[in-house]
């Protein structure tokens, strides 16, 4: 970066608004599981939409690169700079007002930089609900969870952020700003531009604030842990369920005994809910607006059914709110305890929910044949048809002899994942650990449609360069 950016930089943001020495950027520079690293010249942290368009336009005018940065959880590699030491990261993280709440219309407009906790908690005061949730709540941004379109735990009953979305404030690569902010659930004015910033991983332009929907708050929840003998039986679980509740299944989650056993391991207090080992779990959770909603009995017609059917052995109906939060604990623990296992090999994938007992059968023979003792790590959004299908070297295995059979497992599970109609990428993103395979598995029209957005948007190519889209 030259001295003129870096002063002119500065007199934007304010010298406490740009971070350059080592130290003050090390958090920048790599992601949560220090799987990404790289180096930056410097990290630049507007506070306002104004500072956000102006620092863009002088590093186009520079011909400087710019990586946008929420609260850094993404699990792809889509915030962490190249190793150039060239690139400027653009870090929301000071823009976190929520701007407006207006409850009549069933929105919050909030800043990019906002942590999703806090817009949770804010839609709570005002005795609504933000329906977003995932286990990086606590230190995910808006920005962020609408750059990668984030899913979670909710998406069966509320969507995902693209449909949790009704308008967006953004400032394109070149400078301008784009005032989608609009609060309307209808617009038929043209194309939904929104929908392109939403999942562009930050690569079509920087999100600075967004007007999101909002619902009526949840007033009543049975959550219940359920013992099931095959990944069949979770489908079949499911089915039922829905069949009893409707849309009062808000959640379905699905762990492995081997995600299990690792929680057990690694999270201090996290205690086994049913006596004995089974293959497979189920988390389902019921929830309605109203306070007395007898969601209790609902959820035990249903396990009922399912233990006839043979779908379910055990169950433990969670007694009250702190068992209820225990058993999300158990499911929201993965991702760190298994980081403690060594290098983690992630697979974020979609098929559809009928197809799931069939991908894992077919995945899990194959990688047990590839490398022999693999720990195969499968929970995850099961109702959405979403597996965390991540996996784990054998018990004393070498962390470099796993690290070179990454490419040919990732094929396993992916070349499985394309056969049976799926997604490699169900909400995580393509980030810079995917672009390169993506090529593989998405139609050559559609990754030309991409490129021609792109271009159109970011022809000199200076927005988050080296995500996304494939060289
Ligand atoms: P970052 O990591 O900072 O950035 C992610 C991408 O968005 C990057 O490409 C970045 O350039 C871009 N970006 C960030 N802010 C902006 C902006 N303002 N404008 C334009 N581009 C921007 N994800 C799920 O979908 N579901 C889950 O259940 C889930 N659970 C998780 C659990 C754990 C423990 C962890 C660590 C991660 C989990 N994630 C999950 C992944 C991650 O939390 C989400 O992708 C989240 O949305 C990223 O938000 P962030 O603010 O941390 O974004
Ligand atoms: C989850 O559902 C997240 O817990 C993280 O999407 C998954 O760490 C992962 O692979
Ligand atoms: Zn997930």
Same mark, same amino acid.
């Given at each position: 970066?030259t001295?003129? %950016?870096?002063v002119?930089?500065?007199?934007?943001?304010?010298?406490a608004?740009?971070? $350059?020495d080592?130290a003050?950027?090390?958090?920048?520079?790599?992601?949560?599981?220090?799987?990404?690293s790289?180096?930056?010249?410097?990290?630049?942290?507007p506070?306002?939409? #104004?500072?956000?368009a @102006?620092v863009?336009?002088?590093?186009?005018?520079?011909g400087?690169?710019?990586?946008?940065?929420?609260?850094?959880?993404? /699990?792809?590699?889509?915030?962490?700079?190249?190793?150039?030491?060239?690139?400027?990261?653009?870090?929301?993280?000071?823009?976190?007002?929520?701007?407006?709440?207006?409850?009549?219309?069933?929105?919050v407009?909030?800043?990019?930089?906002?942590? %999703?906790?806090?817009?949770?908690?804010?839609a709570?005061? #005002?005795?609504?609900?933000?329906?977003?949730?995932?286990?990086?709540?606590?230190?995910?941004?808006?920005?962020?969870?609408?750059?990668?379109?984030?899913g979670?735990?909710?998406v +069966?009953?509320?969507?995902?952020m693209?449909?949790?979305?009704?308008g967006?404030?953004?400032?394109l690569?070149?400078?301008?700003?784009?005032n989608?902010?609009?609060? +309307?659930?209808?617009?038929?004015?043209?194309?939904d531009?929104k929908? +392109?910033?939403?999942?562009?991983?930050?690569? /079509?332009?920087?999100?600075?604030?967004?007007?999101l929907?909002?619902?009526?708050?949840?007033?009543?929840?049975?959550?219940?842990w359920?013992a099931?003998?095959d990944p069949?039986?979770a489908?079949?679980?499911?089915?039922?369920?829905?069949? !009893?509740?409707g849309?009062?299944?808000?959640?379905?989650? &699905?762990?492995?005994?081997?995600?299990?056993?690792f929680?057990?391991?690694h999270?201090?207090?996290?205690?086994?809910p049913?006596a004995?080992?089974?293959?497979?779990?189920?988390?389902v959770?019921l929830?309605?607006?109203?306070?007395d909603?007898? %969601?209790?009995?609902?959820?035990?017609?249903? /396990?009922?059914?399912?233990?006839?059917?043979?779908?379910?052995v055990?169950?433990?109906v969670?007694?009250?709110?702190?068992? #209820?939060?225990? /058993?999300?604990a158990?499911?929201?623990?993965?991702?760190?305890a298994q980081?403690?296992?060594?290098?983690?090999l992630? !697979?974020?994938?979609?098929v559809?929910?009928?197809?799931?007992p069939e991908?894992l059968e077919?995945?899990?023979?194959? &990688?047990a044949?590839?490398?022999?003792?693999?720990?195969?790590?499968?929970?995850?959004?099961v109702?959405?048809g979403?597996?965390?299908?991540? +996996?784990?070297k054998?018990?004393g295995?070498?962390?470099? @002899?796993?690290r070179?059979?990454?490419?040919?497992?990732?094929?396993?599970?992916?070349?499985?994942?394309?056969?049976?109609?799926?997604?490699?990428?169900?909400? !995580?993103?393509?980030?810079?650990?995917k672009?390169?395979?993506?090529?593989d598995?998405?139609? #050559?029209l $559609?990754?030309?449609l991409m490129?021609?957005?792109?271009?159109?948007? $970011?022809?000199?190519?200076?927005?988050?360069?080296?995500k996304?889209?494939?060289?």
């Amino acid at each position: 970066m030259t001295v003129d %950016l870096a002063v002119r930089l500065r007199d934007v943001v304010g010298p406490a608004g740009v971070v $350059d020495d080592p130290a003050g950027m090390s958090g920048y520079l790599t992601d949560w599981r220090h799987a990404y690293s790289g180096t930056a010249a410097a990290v630049v942290r507007p506070g306002s939409t #104004a500072e956000v368009a @102006a620092v863009v336009a002088l590093c186009r005018g520079s011909g400087v690169a710019v990586v946008p940065q929420g609260g850094n959880t993404g /699990l792809c590699g889509g915030a962490v700079p190249d190793s150039s030491g060239r690139q400027v990261v653009l870090s929301l993280t000071r823009m976190r007002r929520i701007r407006d709440l207006d409850a009549a219309n069933q929105t919050v407009t909030v800043e990019a930089g906002a942590v %999703l906790r806090s817009v949770q908690e804010a839609a709570a005061a #005002a005795g609504q609900l933000f329906p977003l949730s995932l286990g990086a709540e606590g230190s995910c941004t808006v920005g962020g969870n609408l750059a990668t379109n984030a899913g979670g735990t909710g998406v +069966l009953r509320y969507g995902t952020m693209r449909d949790l979305t009704l308008g967006l404030e953004v400032v394109l690569p070149d400078g301008r700003v784009w005032n989608g902010l609009r609060g +309307l659930r209808k617009d038929n004015t043209g194309y939904d531009l929104k929908q +392109l910033f939403i999942g562009a991983e930050g690569t /079509l332009g920087v999100i600075t604030a967004a007007v999101l929907k909002l619902y009526p708050a949840v007033r009543s929840r049975t959550t219940a842990w359920v013992a099931l003998p095959d990944p069949r039986s979770a489908v079949d679980l499911l089915g039922v369920l829905r069949a !009893h509740a409707g849309d009062r299944l808000t959640g379905f989650e &699905l762990m492995s005994r081997q995600s299990v056993d690792f929680v057990l391991r690694h999270v201090p207090g996290a205690r086994d809910p049913i006596a004995g080992v089974h293959p497979w779990y189920a988390l389902v959770e019921l929830s309605d607006t109203l306070d007395d909603a007898g %969601l209790d009995a609902v959820v035990e017609s249903g /396990l009922a059914e399912a233990f006839e059917r043979g779908a379910a052995v055990d169950a433990v109906v969670a007694a009250g709110a702190a068992q #209820a939060a225990a /058993l999300w604990a158990l499911r929201e623990g993965v991702s760190e305890a298994q980081n403690r296992e060594g290098p983690s090999l992630k !697979h974020d994938v979609t098929v559809p929910v009928s197809r799931i007992p069939e991908f894992l059968e077919r995945t899990r023979r194959a &990688l047990a044949d590839a490398v022999p003792g693999i720990r195969v790590v499968t929970y995850g959004h099961v109702g959405d048809g979403n597996l965390h299908h991540n +996996l784990s070297k054998p018990v004393g295995g070498d962390d470099d @002899a796993f690290r070179a059979r990454a490419p040919e497992l990732s094929r396993v599970v992916y070349d499985v994942t394309h056969a049976l109609d799926g997604s490699i990428s169900a909400e !995580h993103g393509l980030g810079q650990s995917k672009r390169d395979v993506v090529v593989d598995y998405k139609d #050559a029209l $559609d990754l030309d449609l991409m490129r021609g957005i792109k271009q159109l948007f $970011d022809a000199p190519g200076l927005m988050n360069p080296g995500k996304v889209l494939p060289d």
